[in-house]
């Protein structure tokens, strides 16, 4: 997430650099974007075709190279390139680890490994853009992506050295051949299209909203963008802290309590900052949004990687690439209701809506389980 996120803060700096707007510069992140969202779906069967941890290796072995290039750069559509380039490798690694853990790890355990997995996620974002701004102001823009590419360089070879090292992940035995037909076994069994469908509503509603809430606080309260921006990124904060309690939360709510209350304390938290008197009230909010969203998300997460087992790769690559389109179309939709309501009542009524998701989600976990299915 560190690759993704490490152009967040240099726009300006690029800007000057190339003599460009900051509309056409941000390609280097849109069109990052667009290339990483698109190639989710080609990488599920080509990890369950050759093996999800070797097609992570040679992914990361892709990115070093990508950011190699970015920091040569000698023009912005050249920056541009390499960026897509990145994007095109970058896109296999989340998915396949987090399918690579399904392979591996036991579903009673695997929640909690996936947490860990989620902590390392956070924990890139926020280092990505940390050490992008902070290398751009001192040493240069281009040294943002000597850092990257010197970091999955290490990253590959540590993982060259434990291939070896690892026991085999047997092909399940009726795992169908080919991309299409990987593709009809998901989309023909009705418990992966509940989870893709839930993955899609969850993307637009909560990403959505977190893509306005600055905005909301800064027009609503008058607060300047930065105490707006710097109290949102609480919301992270709220999802790392999870992430260290999850073994404890885990075992104290169980999936269907994760996935109810998470969506509950997420809801209600953003009633707090959609009609609270005091933009101070949005701090703590934002705190428990984060947290409540990694509880309902997390949980997500495990069953996306059960959904097919016998097309893991497949799966949560379709999973991710829906939880994608949801984020572009709830933003997409956010920001045109906007422009004809109030923002206390659609962030208001996006709240409620991922409280009832969570409802809704809750009641398919408990059927589910019900069947023993993601314990066979």
């Known amino acids: 997430m560190s690759v ?18 900051i509309s056409e510069v941000s390609q280097v ?30 992914a990361t072995i892709g990115c070093s190279v990508g950011c190699t290039l970015s920091a040569l750069s000698s023009d912005l559509p050249f920056l541009v390139a390499a960026r897509v380039g990145t994007a095109l490798t970058a896109a296999a690694i989340i998915p396949l680890s987090l399918a690579w853990v399904g392979d591996v790890v036991h579903y009673e355990q695997r ?5 860990r997995v989620g902590l390392g996620t956070m924990l890139g974002i926020t280092a990505g853009q940390l050490f992008g701004g902070l290398l751009t102001d001192t040493l240069g823009w281009r040294w943002a992506f000597v850092l990257m590419a010197a970091t999955f360089a290490i990253v590959s070879f540590l993982l060259w050295q434990q291939l070896k090292h690892l026991e085999p992940v047997s092909r399940h035995a009726h795992a169908p051949a080919g991309f299409f037909r990987q593709l009809k076994q998901v989309a023909g069994d009705a418990w ?13 509603m909560i990403f959505g909203l977190l893509a306005v809430t600055a905005s909301h606080l800064h027009q609503m309260h008058h607060i300047s963008l930065t105490l707006a921006g710097g109290t949102t990124a609480l919301f992270g904060l709220g999802g790392m802290a999870y992430m260290g309690a999850a073994k404890y939360v885990i075992r104290r709510f169980g999936e269907v309590g994760l996935a109810r209350y998470g ?27 984060g947290f409540g969203f990694a509880m309902f998300h997390n949980t ?44 206390s009542h659609v962030l208001g009524a996006v709240g409620l809506g991922v409280v009832l998701l969570g409802v809704f989600f809750a009641h398919a976990i408990a059927k589910r389980n019900a069947t023993q299915a993601d314990h066979a």
Request: aromatic residues 14%; proline residues 5%; glycine residues 10%.
């Open 111 to 115: 929640q909690e490994t996936l947490a």
């Open 29 to 58: 992140i849109s069109f990052f974007a667009i290339a990483y969202g698109l190639m989710q779906l080609f990488y599920g069967p080509v990890g369950d075709r050759f093996g999800k941890y070797r097609v992570v290796m040679l």
């Open 300 to 343: 997500m997460q495990a069953k996306a990687t059960q959904m097919v087992p016998t097309a893991r790769g497949t799966g949560v690559t379709l999973f991710a690439g829906f939880l994608f389109l949801g984020q572009s179309l709830g933003v997409l939709v956010l920001a045109a209701l906007l422009g004809h309501f109030n923002s």
């Open 263 to 289: 969506a509950l304390y997420f809801g209600l938290a953003f009633l707090i900052i959609a009609f609270g008197p005091w933009w101070q009230l949005a701090l703590p909010s934002c705190f428990v949004a």
């Open 192 to 204: 992966a299209r509940t989870l893709l469908g839930i993955a899609l509503v969850e993307g637009a």
């Open 4 to 21: 993704q996120r490490i152009c967040d803060p240099m726009l300006p700096e690029l800007s000057r650099v190339f003599a460009a707007p």
